[in-house]
């Protein structure tokens, strides 16, 4: 199945200059969960509700402070032409939710997880996916957050 078949195209950003305040409004108007922050048309981080909970809020600091404090930097993004095994692939290697699809080094959309599980084709794929990136190594087993019974 073709990427651009599954991927939104309708992407929401935010300024570097934002404060953490405005892009958590914007996350909530949107009902999002993760936001690209470009400087003028470059993305230049990414930032999702869990960075602002575990980095911003955990450490007690004031919701005005600027957003490219927060974000992350390295952004993971896959080309147009991937299929949607290298994209699970690739979110799997960098435990991530979301890609950035891009073209001519021009960012055309995003896959998250569950755009990908709406098309059901690639269930097991996806199921492998889940697994990588909520499996925790401890010293004497590995334990796995989520099983088939919540999908």
């Keep these: 199945m073709n990427i ?6 309708n992407i929401i ?5 934002s404060s953490v ?7 909530k108007r949107y009902d999002i969960g993760w936001v690209p922050i470009h400087d003028k048309k470059r993305i230049v981080g990414i930032i999702t509700d869990r960075d ?6 955990s450490n007690h600091e004031n919701s005005n402070s600027k957003i490219q404090d ?14 949607l095994e290298e994209v699970l692939d690739k979110m799997s290697k960098h435990k ?14 995003v896959i998250s997880l569950s755009d990908i ?8 794929k996806l199921w492998e996916a889940f697994k990588s990136i909520y499996t925790i190594q401890s010293n004497s087993h ?6 088939e019974f919540y999908l």
């Design 52 to 57: 602002i909970v575990t980095q911003m809020l």
């Design 70 to 83: 927060y974000m992350t930097k390295n952004i993971i993004s896959t080309s147009i032409q991937s299929t």
């Design 96 to 109: 991530i939710k979301r890609i950035l699809i891009t073209s001519n080094q021009k960012v055309e959309g």
């Design 4 to 9: 651009e078949n599954v991927m939104n195209k």
């Design 13 to 17: 950003c935010c300024d570097i200059n």
């Design 117 to 124: 599980l709406n098309t059901a084709y690639h269930l097991q």
């Design 21 to 27: 305040q405005e892009v958590a409004n914007t996350m």
């Design 142 to 147: 590995t334990q796995t957050e989520i099983d």
